[in-house]
């Protein structure tokens, strides 16, 4: 299997796309509720998954899947966001020290993936810690979002392993992940959360980017079943087949957006995107980009 990616908008040769199979909010979290998913929601969004899948693969992407492990028997959490746990720089892949203590079990669902790979674990015991969704990858440079999910250590950590590379840090809202806030789109062109973000506190890294500015006043109120794990900013959270293919949910003004830019949609909805957590970006690892 080759692993090779460096950013987020490079053809797409290979992906892991995640799974809602015994899906569990645990204990010790914020859930007010802790326990496994309603029956409906994981069926729903299998569902909706397997949808991006014949996508993908009619796009002729190799498709993998995570290995299926009971999260309620084990009180952890979920396979639904494999890009949380996983970070793929180049031809390495980063283990990555995460918020939650509980989703450290999900590395085992990708064994097969890993397996001879050229695998970095961040260490356990040194107050290093980021989510891989803390990251945005641009070529040379990760962007790399600090958060209650990733401390200024995990990117002084980053830095330390890709010299070559430049790690810049930006604060510019205080949620958890970067993925709804900053969406490449290709080399150049950026999607980024109005909301969030100014042209004033705009990252060093886009500042000669073309800006596509959209906010909650663009989105469809998205519905979720019992409480959110997401904002309805979740709906920005969209991935890249290629520079001219994307893959959105059903959100007409960024289509809208794209097309002007000569930038294809597949609309997949995610009925469950909020309620999991987790929209296309978020719910898919590249493994290769050309």
């Given at each position: ?12 040769k290979s992906v892991v796309v995640g799974d ?271």
């Amino acid at each position: 299997m080759k692993i090779s990616s460096n950013n987020e908008w490079g053809e797409l040769k290979s992906v892991v796309v995640g799974d809602a199979i015994h899906a569990n909010k645990p204990e010790g979290l914020h859930f007010d509720k802790p326990g496994p998913y309603r029956g409906e929601v994981t069926a729903q969004a299998t569902s909706d998954l397997n949808k991006l899948v014949r996508v993908l693969e009619h796009e002729g992407v190799k498709v993998y899947r995570p290995i299926e492990k009971n999260f309620v028997m084990m009180d952890g959490m979920y396979n639904y966001c494999p890009r949380d746990r996983l970070l793929v720089v180049g031809k390495t892949i980063i283990d990555c020290n995460m918020q939650y203590d509980c989703r450290e079990m999900e590395i085992s669902s990708y064994s097969n993936i890993l397996k001879k790979q050229h695998i970095i674990k961040v260490p356990r015991d040194k107050g290093i810690m980021f989510d891989a969704a803390n990251v945005c990858r641009l070529n040379n440079t990760l962007l790399y979002l600090i958060s209650p999910s990733g401390n200024y250590m995990g990117a002084d950590w980053l830095q330390e392993q890709f010299p070559k590379l430049t790690v810049e840090t930006t604060e510019t809202y205080s949620g958890i992940h970067i993925d709804s806030t900053f969406v490449p789109v290709r080399q150049g062109l950026v999607v980024v959360n109005k909301d969030r973000v100014t042209p004033e506190t705009l990252p060093k890294c886009f500042k000669d980017w073309e800006v596509i500015w959209l906010g909650n006043e663009d989105l469809k109120r998205k519905r979720f079943t019992g409480e959110a794990f997401a904002s309805n900013y979740i709906q920005l959270n969209f991935m890249m087949i290629n520079p001219e293919l994307a893959v959105i949910d059903d959100t007409p003004v960024l289509q809208q957006e794209l097309a002007k830019r000569g930038v294809q949609c597949y609309v997949v909805p995610f009925a469950h995107s909020r309620t999991l957590g987790g929209g296309h970006h978020c719910c898919t690892l590249d493994l290769h980009r050309r």
